[in-house]
């Protein structure tokens, strides 16, 4: 306090600028404070997205256990010109009852649950052959030419989904007198497939169980859409047969819709999977490129005829260690009781357009013998017989007569031996060509086919062979 002026007190204009200070200073607290919250939130809000990005990748999938009922499927390709126009409207899917089951020709009868989560699909089909064969050098009590009319296939097929959409069975039964064996040959089992598929990974589906070894294009296809009435010479002696086993597989790699891959590990036994063996497995992996994108490629004919090129170009390797039988899980028992592994390789090509369709396909053995021991009725050893080692191949073709249900079909293979190698394969050559009517597509069709083969391979001589078969699906 100054005695002679009496107290300082702040003036008017001080007072104002320090207020306005005061103010001015508030208002950066208030906007850091402010900034800071912002900050806050801000950081929050990405630590929760960084968590429910991190639950959705790293949690276990037991929310998706029961997934939602499948979507619809996409519209199918607009129909060629090529084709018949009624084809497509015949073979489409119908109600049956209240909606809840349906049946489709070719595809029998499916029940499903209003969600998706379960189905059930029931079909079966049929082949009544009539055949004609005639023999150069025909074996003993038999004669030159012989005629037979038989019920060559009857099978049942129970497939669906149980769970999800992606928890598949299958179940493929046979029931003719020649499946099961009746009449010389071993009997077996009215197992022709059964497995289960987990589909919940497009990229990496499981699947178990008895079913075809997937090596080769030709033995891949089901059997009652082959073009000629049964596969080549070459396929049935250097393909794997049906075995028991796992393998991992993508019908469409990264959804592309043009790669998908095939691998797998099998028993090795084949029909004999009900009898104990060693630990002999076979291995193998395949691949199919599809340059054009995806198309009913394990079918042989050209049912759909588009008026735009389809390609696909596969390869599979198969190692089978120690097999039992002649040749890979196919063919006889070895007379010394012993084993075979092998080397198997194949490539074929399918290609459609406009109702042609061209199948090619070639395939290389290389194996080793382990002989059994096994002695004859004088004691002596048992010859050791030498790998099936060779070559083979098949040329294939089929044509639609335009917006016609006929077919025109032919077809070339053969297997040679490797000379530089020790083997029990011998030369055979088979040639043929035949006629398809489609009635209504695979559902009901007539075949009629000639068949002309020759060789050392054969021990009745050159052989030519007329079959006519009907074909129905229920």
């Known amino acids: 306090m100054d005695r002679a002026r ?24 208030d906007r850091r404070i402010s900034a800071g ?14 968590a429910f990005v991190l639950a959705a990748v790293f949690a276990p999938r037991t929310a998706l256990a029961n997934p939602p009922a499948p979507t619809p499927p996409k519209e199918p390709p607009r129909a060629s010109p090529l084709a018949p126009p009624w084809d497509r409207a015949w073979m489409a899917e119908r109600s049956l009852g209240n909606g809840k089951a349906t049946y489709k020709p070719g595809a029998g009868i499916t029940v499903r649950s209003r969600d998706g989560r379960y189905s059930l699909n029931f079909t079966m089909w049929a082949q009544v052959l009539l055949s004609a064969r005639h023999d150069e050098q025909p074996a003993a009590g038999m004669k030159e030419a012989t005629m037979q009319l038989e019920l060559r296939r009857a099978r049942a097929i129970v ?3 149980v769970f999800s959409k992606h928890v598949r069975y299958y179940v493929h039964l046979m029931f003719s007198p020649k499946d099961l064996g009746f009449g010389g040959v071993q009997r077996r089992a009215p197992i022709f497939q059964w497995y289960s598929v987990f589909s919940r990974f497009q990229n990496a589906n499981v699947q178990a169980g008895f079913f075809f070894v997937p090596y080769a294009r030709q033995r891949m296809q089901p059997l009652p859409r082959l073009q000629m009435m049964d596969n080549s010479t070459a396929s049935y002696e250097f393909t794997l047969d049906q075995d028991i086993g796992v393998q991992v597989s993508s019908p469409d790699v990264a959804g592309l819709g043009k790669l998908r891959y095939f691998a797998g590990i099998f028993m090795g036994e084949g ?58 899980i196919n063919g006889a028992m070895f007379a010394d009781g012993g084993t075979s592994s092998s080397h198997n390789l194949t490539a074929d090509v399918m290609f459609k357009w406009a109702g042609l369709s061209i199948l090619g396909d070639v395939y290389w053995r290389r194996g080793w013998r382990q002989g059994g021991g096994l002695t004859d009725a004088d004691a002596l050893p048992i010859p050791v017989q030498a790998a099936r080692n060779g070559v083979g191949w098949t040329a294939q073709m089929g044509l639609y007569v335009p917006r016609t249900r006929f077919e025109v ?15 029990s394969l011998a030369r055979l050559d088979e040639v043929g060509g035949g006629l398809n ?19 050392p391979a054969l021990p009745t001589g050159r052989g030519d062979q007329v079959r006519l078969q009907l074909q129905a699906s229920f």
């Open 6 to 29: 009496g107290p300082k007190f702040p003036r008017l204009a001080d007072r104002a600028r320090g207020d306005e200070d005061d103010a001015r200073g508030q208002w950066r607290g």
């Open 37 to 50: 919250v912002r900050g806050g939130l801000h950081r929050a809000r990405g630590l929760l997205a960084a």
């Open 159 to 161: 497939q669906g989904n």
């Open 271 to 328: 029909y004999d999977f009900a009898k104990a063996s060693d630990f002999g497995f076979t291995y193998m992996g395949r691949v199919d490129v599809l340059p054009f994108g995806m198309f009913e490629d394990y079918v042989e004919s050209d049912l759909e005829r588009p008026t735009k090129p389809k390609v696909s170009i596969g390869a599979a390797y198969a190692f089978s260690d120690r097999d039992h039988r002649t040749r890979a």
């Open 409 to 423: 079909v032919a077809r070339s293979a053969g297997t040679r031996p490797v000379k530089a190698l020790a083997t």
């Open 437 to 455: 009517y489609f009635f209504f597509r695979h559902m009901l069709k007539l075949q009629l086919d000639y068949i002309h083969t020759w060789g």
